[in-house]
Structures are given as C-alpha cells and as structure tokens.
C-alpha cells in the first residue's frame, strides 16, 4: 500500500502561479511511477502530468505543456507541480497517483493508488 497525500492547493488569480506537492508513505517511493489528474465540476477525471520513477522521464497533456512543470524527490518520498500562467480553466481538484510499472501512463486505469485531492481555483 502507498499514501498519498496532496497539499499546496488555493486561489489564485489568473496569471498567477501554484505549487502542490504529494508527499508518499508506505511502500518505496522510489519504485513507483507517478501522475497528475485533475477533476472540475461536473467533467471527467483528466490526465496533467507524468514522471518516471527516476524522474528523467515526464510526460505532459498538451492544455498544460510550457505551463506546468512535474517533478519528483525520492529522497523527500515527494512529488511537485509547478504551475505557471494559470487559467480559470485549470480550477479543478487536483490528485496525485502512483503505480508500479515502468510505462508511463495518462489513464487512470493504470493508476493504483490515490490521493485525497486539493482544490485549485484560478479566478478570472
């Protein structure tokens, strides 16, 4: 088992800049690869980011690239999300998740373990 817990969420105005962090326990943290979702009122839960388990790999849905930066610290069993130039249309809950295998993957099917969630909200 791995726990996840999200934090760094908030308000913030258009333009401005978040960072929200995952912080692991349970299992080697190492071992895993991780994601970021996001999930607005009503939508889908959508895929944000990637990063391997060695964090030289990182992946990027195409609405957050050049914005968003994901980034990892085995040593502080911690993941980040930096997030620049926000937009109301990034308001979302934001989760982070992990899984065991060494493909990255923006399905949450492929996702094993999640966090609780942080709301960001982006006002205009």
């Known amino acids: 088992q791995v726990q996840l817990v999200e934090s760094g969420g908030g308000l913030v105005q258009a333009g401005g800049s978040l960072r929200l962090s995952c912080a692991a326990s349970?299992?080697?943290?190492?071992?895993?690869?991780m994601g970021w979702f996001r999930q607005a009122q009503g939508r889908e839960r959508e895929f944000v980011a990637a990063?391997?388990?060695?964090?030289?790999?990182?992946y990027y849905a195409n609405s957050v690239k050049g914005r968003f930066t994901i980034s990892r610290d085995n040593a502080k069993n911690t993941m980040y999300l930096q997030m620049n130039s926000l937009k109301p249309e990034d308001t979302a809950v934001y989760y982070c998740?992990?899984?065991?295998?060494?493909?990255?993957?923006?399905?949450?099917?492929?996702?094993?373990?999640w966090g609780q969630g942080t709301q960001v909200t982006v006002s205009s």
């Open positions: 990063i391997s388990r060695s964090g030289s790999s990182t």
């Open positions: 349970g299992r080697t943290f190492s071992n895993y690869d």
């Open positions: 998740a992990a899984r065991p295998t060494v493909i990255l993957s923006t399905s949450t099917k492929d996702y094993d373990y």
